[in-house]
């Protein structure tokens, strides 16, 4: 028997990766990859270009039945009434509109940047920051209003690809999903609708003109393509963070937590979140839940800086932290390596504090790198755990998962049990699990279930977290927090 295949799309700021898996089981049965130029601000050509040659590494779609993009969140496409690119697309990573988006905040609240934040975190559960759509609008508006005007249509990175995918030049095709959108800063997840207003204080009557994106249910055809030979269904696809939820099958009360070059916290809720401090957006889910999510900036890079410093590898680095005490006999280490997003101190530096004469050896050293890298994301925890969503467990995911110290050590800074799942592409993996969804024509997501590796136990140790925030207190304290290694 003929088994069916469907295929999930990771299309990322570096490469498009491609995972074909069995309908049924979830198995995996080939792969491709490509890398394409990456950036802040990129033309969105390269994406499709990047997509074609991950086809044809991944052997081609024509036995694929289904199909669902994910890809990085927040990037503005441009396109013409003749569906051409404007300019080239301003990604998440771009930090131009930064002034723009105190600019939004200070307008809203008439004036008053509190109140703004407010009334900003009731209409979209997010406060804008530079990586939201909504101030790279207000940008354009206000730096190249020409191709404001020349632009018809606005669309996010997953959104362009997909159109692309079903061979469209209809900007009335643009499809999107409640994950995606609910990171733009115009989109309310509560009430599954764009915010006119919002479009309006960003971009004025050329913004409210523009077409967006038809926003999908979760298991909502996008259309049939034709496409290498093969025809297969478009799923509605999904931002990367909620296509991670989604291939790991996270329940409510599950957080990933992602260790990369940043930290990122993201649980299910049965609800909407509106954080006024701006730690936590209140993005969507791909199932038709919500993700509050929290964002660091320092991760695993961390450990790569103390690894270099000491002249070890990453491995040889876990073994110095597991041979040091608890605590690190009073090292502590506060990351800020590249200033923080969570607390938002984006000019902050490192600290390197409670040296002492017999304490200062490379296994402390490794130790306070690892347990301080975990209270820095454990930042973004708790301001989730602050609005009132339930974190029961953490799921460990991204390349600070692969250290044995950080595996054992992260329960006790949580306070709460981590499970180690299987490595994989966990974005690409999760829109595949949403082309099975649109395909089955069910309520739900098929169960594929991704296998743990380990599970490691709480031995909670708040000494630990108590004394960090100490010292990031006593240094914020003087303006300024510095790295003295």
Request: aromatic share 6%.
């Amino acid at each position: 028997m003929v088994r069916k295949l469907v295929a999930g799309v990771d299309s990322s700021t570096q490469s498009c990766k491609i995972m074909i898996r069995d309908f049924e089981t979830g198995e995996l049965v080939r792969s491709g990859m490509a890398r394409h130029a990456s950036g802040t601000e990129i033309s969105a050509s390269v994406w499709w270009t990047a997509f074609k040659e991950a086809v044809k590494q991944a052997g081609g779609l024509k036995d694929v039945s289904a199909l669902s993009v994910g890809g990085q969140q927040h990037g503005m496409v441009t396109l013409d009434r003749d569906g051409a690119l404007v300019r080239n697309a301003l990604l998440w990573n771009d930090t131009r509109s930064a002034p723009d988006a105190e600019d939004l905040i200070a307008e809203l609240g008439g004036g008053n940047r509190e109140e703004g934040a407010v009334r900003w975190a009731k209409k979209v559960g997010s406060v804008p920051v530079a990586s939201l759509t909504v101030t790279k609008l207000r940008w354009l508006a206000r730096k190249e209003p020409e191709n404001l005007r020349r632009s018809a249509a606005m669309c996010l990175p997953h959104d362009y690809l997909t159109w692309r995918i079903l061979g469209s030049d209809d900007l009335s095709d643009l499809v999107t999903d409640r994950s995606d959108a609910s990171g733009t800063g115009y989109f309310s997840g509560v009430t599954n609708s764009y915010l006119e207003e919002l479009l309006d204080l960003a971009g004025g009557d050329e913004a409210t003109s523009l077409v967006l994106p038809r926003v999908l249910g979760p298991e909502e055809s996008a259309g049939q393509a034709e496409f290498d030979g093969g025809s297969f269904v478009v799923g509605p696809g999904c931002g990367d963070n909620a296509g991670a939820a989604l291939g790991l099958d996270l329940k409510p009360g599950e957080l990933a937590l992602s260790l990369g070059t940043s930290g990122v916290a993201s649980i299910v809720s049965e609800f909407g979140t509106a954080d006024e401090t701006g730690m936590v957006t209140g993005f969507s889910d791909a199932s038709g839940r919500f993700l509050p999510l929290s964002c660091t900036l320092n991760a695993s890079r961390v450990l790569d800086t103390v690894a270099h410093l000491l002249r070890v590898d990453f491995d040889q680095l876990s073994k110095l932290a597991l041979a040091a005490p608890p605590g690190a006999e009073g090292l502590t280490l506060v990351p800020y390596l590249e200033g923080e997003r969570t607390p938002n101190r984006p000019e902050a530096t490192g600290a390197l504090h409670g040296v002492r004469l017999n304490n200062f050896t490379p296994e402390n050293l490794a130790r306070a790198a690892v347990e301080g890298m975990l209270c820095g994301v454990k930042a973004g925890v708790d301001a989730i755990g602050r609005l009132g969503v339930n974190v029961d467990r953490v799921y460990l995911i991204g390349g600070g998962s692969r250290s044995e110290a950080v595996c054992r050590i992260a329960p006790s800074i949580l306070g709460m049990p981590v499970s180690v799942p299987e490595s994989g592409e966990y974005v690409a993996d999760g829109a595949a699990r949403q082309a099975a969804w649109v395909l089955s024509g069910k309520d739900e997501a098929p169960q594929w279930i991704p296998r743990l590796t380990s599970e490691y136990e709480c031995r909670a140790q708040p000494f630990i977290h108590e004394r960090y925030q100490e010292v990031c207190d006593l240094f914020a304290t003087r303006g300024q927090l510095s790295m003295e290694l």
